[in-house]
């Protein structure tokens, strides 16, 4: 008879769960750079190609997952976007182009 069912049960299952993380390991580092950067681009989308209100665009982004930082510069038709630890843009290019995610972050104000 086992002593302990439930350490004799969760010491395998931690294990499974260790052994999933080592092998997604690379997927799992780049998580937070997609938080930022799907944040930017559903915003810009939002605001410069559909033509929403800012504030309707920023509630439709922060619904679906919490941010650190959210600006939108108008003038430059660029949105910044900080999500776990990772600053992501995106810049409006044209109506035919879109939004479209910019190499290197500019740093938030």
């Avoid at 080592?22 to 930017?40: C, E, K, M, T």
Wanted: a positive charge; one cysteine or more.
């Amino acid at each position: 008879m086992i002593r302990r069912p439930l350490r004799s049960v969760l010491l395998p299952v931690a294990l499974l769960l260790a052994l999933l993380a080592w092998h997604n390991r690379v997927d799992l580092q780049a998580f937070p750079a997609i938080l930022g950067a799907y944040s930017a681009k559903e915003y810009c989308s939002c605001r410069y190609v559909v033509g929403n209100p800012a504030a309707y665009c920023t509630a439709y982004v922060e619904q679906y997952l919490p941010l650190s930082a959210l600006v939108d510069e108008p003038s430059a038709r660029r949105v910044t976007a900080r999500g776990l630890g990772s600053t992501q843009s995106a810049q409006w290019l044209g109506p035919r182009q879109g939004c479209r995610l910019l190499p290197q972050a500019a740093p938030l104000p």
